[in-house]
């Protein structure tokens, strides 16, 4: 599942309303960057933030997946990039992960 979201500078946003996802899936659900030219050169990292713990993916042909460590709850990603003297961020977009109903108990 491909999701796009379209960098220009430091600013992030997803293409459509796709910030709903839901947990308990590994390397299902793909972000697609699409990346202005102030990037083009820059080693990216795409970081999760949630309940203060940070994951990161490195992304790879302008893709980096949804960590599967992430769970149920409120989630920001933001993008990172290094190259030589240049460090590139961008803004937070807030994510939200909804449960997992494959992993509820039927007691």
């Known amino acids: 599942m491909d999701i796009l979201a ?3 500078g430091q600013r992030m946003k997803l293409t459509a309303n ?3 996802h839901i947990s308990g899936s590994n390397r299902f ?6 990346m202005s030219d102030e ?4 080693s990216v ?10 994951f990161s993916e490195t992304v790879t042909d302008g893709c ?8 149920e709850g409120n989630c920001d990603m933001t993008l990172f990039g290094v190259g030589g003297t240049i460090f590139a961020t ?3 977009v807030p994510l939200i ?3 997992d109903i494959s992993n509820i108990s039927t007691n």
């Open 6 to 8: 379209i960098v220009k």
């Open 29 to 34: 659900v793909r972000f697609r960057f699409e």
């Open 45 to 54: 990292i795409a970081m999760f933030e949630q309940n203060g713990k940070i």
């Open 97 to 99: 992960i909804n449960k």
């Open 90 to 92: 961008t803004n937070r």
């Open 64 to 71: 980096a997946f949804l960590p599967s460590d992430i769970c």
């Open 39 to 42: 990037w083009k050169n820059l």
């Open 18 to 20: 796709n910030s709903c």
